[in-house]
């Protein structure tokens, strides 16, 4: 039986970051993962590289692209004429470009000395994992030795009754990402992260895409000025966006999708050409052998953890997806560094409290911290400074300009409780955010900040000095 220092239990952000960040403290480290590419083979990166994170955004830019050409280019003096889009082209960039970062993360576990167990991992005890062979292997079932276990097998689309996923005319996110046409009519049940990023893919590419969304608010975690505006601008570009819309069922005949749902005028019918179903996503704890070990999940089917994600079986922790808080591939990795430097003796450390959010439509919406809404039910005193991206020379020069920065400040010490942002790469600009804020920096700060001009950092600023209300530009 060989023995490791430490077994990492799946090689998405959480795992293979966590193994690299193990085997660079000199630990032995081995990772076990399961997943099978779309050519048969094994390979590393979990959901977020294979099916997830990376694929979406490179259908994302090569839509955003296709969408820019043909609807804005003319007012940079650009003529284009017989723009059109090659799917089966852009579907094939999207492969060639998780392919090549998957590989890559091979090349760092051999550069590491990270043993990959190809297969499916069941943890035995907390020292004792077996591992199970992919199908394309004929090997036998081993078993090795760990002192420490680190779970991070992520999680999958969760499934509901009224819409059964047939791969077919009705698929989920990752079937969503393997179209090759562009569906006239197309439905997204969910109007979450995944349902809008994906239907702003095909929309821009020419479908009718009808968004039904069973809650009455629109992005309910987001700053409700950032959700308004973010409704506003996707419902302008072509999103038909219908929220309180309940399914209660679906139907198909080969050709078409039939989606019935009920609404605040009562029972609704629409018809699609393919439907994508995005209501969020379970934890995957599938084959782990939870009951037989004694590992602890909650009612939901999550891991359960305590602040430092340790399970309750002494030395093994779970970090992710698979556990509690937000479903962020970043999250998970810092996770997952934390835990690899207590266990080499040094001291973690993991902020709940600064993770950023982004949404890849577009305009972005990015935040870290606190909304508006959750310091007013807390009672929190603040102030507030926003400024809009038009009013600053490189969004007008992009042709750019929609969309803001908003500030909170606690209105006593003026420390940043908030940063929120619909606009232009705001998935870039919410690190300066999510720095000030880790280091308990204030609106005041942000302010004293000298910012590059022309960038659209400086509606960052800006929004900073209005916090004060000494705004320059408007």
């Known amino acids: 039986m060989k023995k490791y220092d430490v077994v990492v239990i799946g090689a998405g952000p959480g795992g293979y970051v966590t193994a690299i960040r193990c085997a660079q403290l000199g630990l032995s480290t081995a990772c076990v993962e ?16 294979n099916v997830g994170c990376i694929p979406s955004k490179a259908l994302l830019d090569s839509s955003h692209h296709f969408h820019h050409i043909k609807h804005q280019s003319n007012d940079h003096g650009i003529t284009v004429t017989g723009v059109s889009m090659d799917v089966n082209k852009m579907v094939s960039r999207k492969a060639k470009i998780v392919k090549t970062l998957t590989q890559g993360i091979s ?36 078993v090795v030795e760990a002192n420490h276990i680190i779970i991070a097998t992520g999680s999958v689309p969760t499934r509901i009754p009224p819409a059964s996923v047939d791969d077919k005319l009705i698929v989920d996110s990752t079937g969503a990402l393997k179209f090759n046409e562009v569906p006239r009519r197309l439905g997204v049940i969910g109007a979450g992260v995944i349902g809008l990023e994906l239907g702003s893919v095909w929309n821009r590419l020419g ?6 969304e069973a809650l009455p608010d629109f992005l309910s975690l987001v700053d409700r000025q950032v959700a308004k505006e973010a409704e506003k601008s996707l419902r302008g ?8 819309a309940k ?27 393919k439907l994508i179903v995005a209501v969020g996503r379970s934890p995957n704890t599938a084959g782990l052998g939870a009951d037989e070990c004694g590992l602890e999940l909650d009612q939901r089917g999550f891991i359960v953890v305590d602040d430092h994600c340790n399970t309750n079986l002494e030395n093994v922790y779970a970090v992710g997806d698979v556990v509690r808080g937000p479903m962020l591939a970043h999250k998970a990795s810092e996770e997952g560094v934390a835990i690899a430097e207590r266990i080499a003796g040094k001291p973690g450390h993991m902020n709940y409290e600064t993770i950023p959010w982004v949404i890849y439509t577009w305009p972005e919406i990015a935040w870290v911290g606190r909304t508006e809404e959750q310091l007013k039910a807390d009672g929190v005193e603040y102030r507030v400074g926003s400024f809009p991206f038009m009013a600053t020379g490189r969004a007008k020069a992009m042709g750019e300009a929609s969309g803001f920065v908003k500030i909170l400040g606690d209105a006593k010490t003026d420390r940043v409780l908030g940063i929120h942002i619909f606009g232009p790469n705001a998935s870039e600009l919410i690190a300066e955010a999510v720095v000030t804020m880790e280091f308990d920096g204030s609106t005041e700060d942000l302010a004293r900040t000298i910012h590059a001009h022309p960038t659209l950092s400086e509606a960052m600023h800006e929004a900073a000095l209005a916090v004060d209300n000494r705004t320059i530009h408007i």
């Open 34 to 49: 399961s997943w099978i590419n779309d050519e048969g083979k094994p390979a590393l990166g979990g959901t977020c590289l």
């Open 107 to 142: 090349g760092l576990f051999k550069k590491n000395k990270i043993d990959w167990l190809r297969g499916q991992a069941k943890i035995l005890s907390n020292k004792e994992v077996e591992i199970s062979p992919t199908h394309e292997t004929h090997d036998e079932k081993t």
């Open 207 to 212: 479908s009718e895409v009808t968004v039904l």
């Open 237 to 244: 570009q072509g999103l038909d966006i219908r929220l309180g």
């Open 247 to 273: 399914v209660t069922g679906t139907g198909s005949n080969n050709r078409e999708v039939t989606i019935n749902y009920d609404d605040a005028e009562g029972k609704q019918q629409i018809t699609v050409d």
